[in-house]
């Protein structure tokens, strides 16, 4: 199923579970004026063709204990395959760092790291990510206000 054959329906149901991941396949059907056994095979298929890579719950970070946010730019000093795989397997199994992104311009990577507050983020930038090799920079932003953070993609 490539993204080209994907039709109304398609575009219905992805759109609705970008929303809300727990509607049943009746609920989808209703909205979508859909038989329940066309949206159950419908959902089977782009889950098999990769459209829906997984379903989660989002939290509230705050509720959590992880009320501060920070966007962390690194500049590694060698760009061998070696290096970057490396940087990126080691910075994947940190929990605080929620996304890790490679990145074209003046930085390597960007990462989106969630701590409770500026000690544990300290904690985490000298004992976790300043220990990795081959790190030149590493600059960091505060987030003070969130003003739209959404998941779902416009299609």
Do not use: W
């Not at 329906?9 to 991941?21: F, N, V």
């Not at 997984?54 to 705050?62: E, F, G, N, P, T």
């Not at 992880?66 to 397997?89: I, M, P, R, W």
């Amino acid at each position: 199923m490539a993204a080209h054959n994907l039709d109304p329906t398609d575009l219905g149901i992805l759109k609705l579970l970008q929303r809300d991941a727990s509607l049943t396949n009746k609920e989808i059907a209703g909205k979508l004026h859909k038989s329940i056994a066309t949206i159950h095979e419908r959902v089977r298929k782009l889950n098999e063709a990769g459209y829906i890579k997984r379903i989660v719950a989002i939290l509230d970070r705050k509720k959590i204990n992880k009320g501060l946010l920070a966007f962390s730019q690194v500049l590694l000093n060698d760009h061998t395959a070696e290096t970057l795989s490396g940087f990126e397997n080691e910075v994947s199994k940190f929990p605080e760092v929620m996304e890790c992104f490679q990145m074209t311009g003046t930085f390597d990577f960007i990462l989106r790291i969630a701590t409770s507050d500026m000690d544990a983020y300290h904690d985490f930038y000298r004992n976790k990510l300043a220990t990795l090799p081959n790190i030149t920079t590493v600059q960091s932003f505060f987030v003070l206000s969130e003003t739209k953070s959404d998941t779902a993609y416009p299609l």
